[in-house]
């Protein structure tokens, strides 16, 4: 991988990036890292992490506002992209939240409410899934490469995906239901957990994202 | 396999060093806070609470640096409290690099704040923290209630209906201390932890009274609580994050 090489975090105004951009800086420290607000500078970048944080019905509006929505299309189409949480989220074609919000549509699928209930011992499965649960990887894809199997990431959601095409699923975990931890499709990935929050595992997913060519 | 249930460090800092009160009286040193949560972070903590104890609203800059500098170096999830009393200290704090921001007293004085919190900044990083205390009742039943400033001041307010109407208002977690088993080392205090969790449906962490890692298997076993939450078993060293979690495994708890 060339020293030059660049990453863009997209700022839409929700939250918390300094985590994701610090995460990236501690295991690419040649990588340039920018944050950044700017559909050009999300454009130039050689790879793209779309984050995302809090309610989808605030996230899509910002989204559109900065004009996101067609910098994802054209991303993914052309360079390695990363959606985190809600930004995986906000990839799929509506969400249930806030009685209902369309989204990118990139991949075909709805995003649900977390049943509840309780698991088989009888403890109550409380929402949000907030904590750390493994991941059964469901294909071998690059950005799995050197994470063992069933390694446990952090995750915090109320809603959850589980996409009508199973091909879209690179990794699932189980809160009731089973659902999709980890979706991908040709140069992009996406992820329920928080990478940047899921320590060793997390950071060795960052690390392959950083040198992932965007071929599977 | 299943969710973890969690174990968390907590650093009560002040000035910009982390200390440990007895019944939030006593202050003992224990060091520089960013470098006790990258210890934490090593031995495997799933994620490090930060309580920001400082009196006086002018050293918020020292908290924010501090903040800045610890998601430098933890990747892990790292909730931060105290002193939080406007929307612009939620969106500070987690510009800074917070993932959670834990409310305390002005939840109390303002509880539409939480509303406004959650809405604004999502369930998932607004966290109520309630500081709860037995109190008598006429037919001798368990009764607790909020206490504010250290535990001396009451409220009147049901520790167990204050839950409830948080958990309603959208705060993703609670962190509920017990003011009469802070800093005793005698273990939680159960009831309360297990009244607590078993009505609501959201994550509840477990604070105040451990002594030693039993402590904390039976705040997830008898306490119904989700996470479990000590300071001074592990800053003067007794034991290891990882200790705690061999305990708690030994005792059939799922951890990670």
Sequence with gaps: ?216 | MSLAKRIIPCLDVDKGRVVKGVRFVDIRDAGDPVEVARRYNEQGADEITFLDITASHEERDTTYRTVEKMSEQVFIPLTVGGGVRKLEDIRNLLNAGADKVSINTTAIHNPEFVREASERFGSQCTVVAIDAKRVDTDDGSLRWEIFTHGGRRPTGIDAVEWAVRMANYGAGELLLTSMDKDGTKDGFNLPLTRAVSDAVNIPVIASGGVGNLEHLAQGVLEGHADAVLAASIFHFGEYTVQQAKDHMASRGIVVR
């Design chain 1, 1 to 216: 991988m060339p020293s030059t090489s660049s990453l863009a975090v997209m700022d839409y105004g929700m939250g918390n990036l300094r985590s994701v951009a610090n995460a990236v800086r501690k295991v690419a420290p040649d990588v340039e890292v920018l944050v950044s607000s700017k559909p050009e500078d999300i454009l130039a970048a050689d790879r793209v992490i779309f984050p995302g944080v809090g309610a989808i019905r605030d996230c899509m509006a910002e989204i559109l506002a900065a004009g996101f929505d067609q910098v994802v299309a054209e991303v993914s189409q052309s360079k390695p992209m990363l959606a985190i949480c809600v930004g995986m989220q906000a990839l799929l074609s509506h969400s249930a939240e806030n009685n209902g919000v369309d989204c990118l549509g990139l991949f075909e699928g709805d995003v649900k409410l977390f049943p509840g209930g309780e698991d088989a011992q009888g403890a109550a499965l409380k929402v949000p899934h907030m904590g750390w649960n493994t991941v059964e990887q469901t294909v071998a894809h690059p950005l799995w490469e050197g994470i063992e199997n069933h390694a446990r990431f952090y995750f915090v959601h109320s809603y959850y995906v589980m996409p009508d095409n199973k091909a879209l699923l690179a990794g699932t975990s189980d809160y009731g239901v089973p659902f999709a931890a980890a979706l991908a499709k040709d140069n992009v990935f996406a992820t329920q957990f928080h990478p940047e929050k899921s320590h060793t595992s997390g950071l060795q997913l960052l690390h392959n994202f950083v040198q992932w060519s965007g071929e599977c």
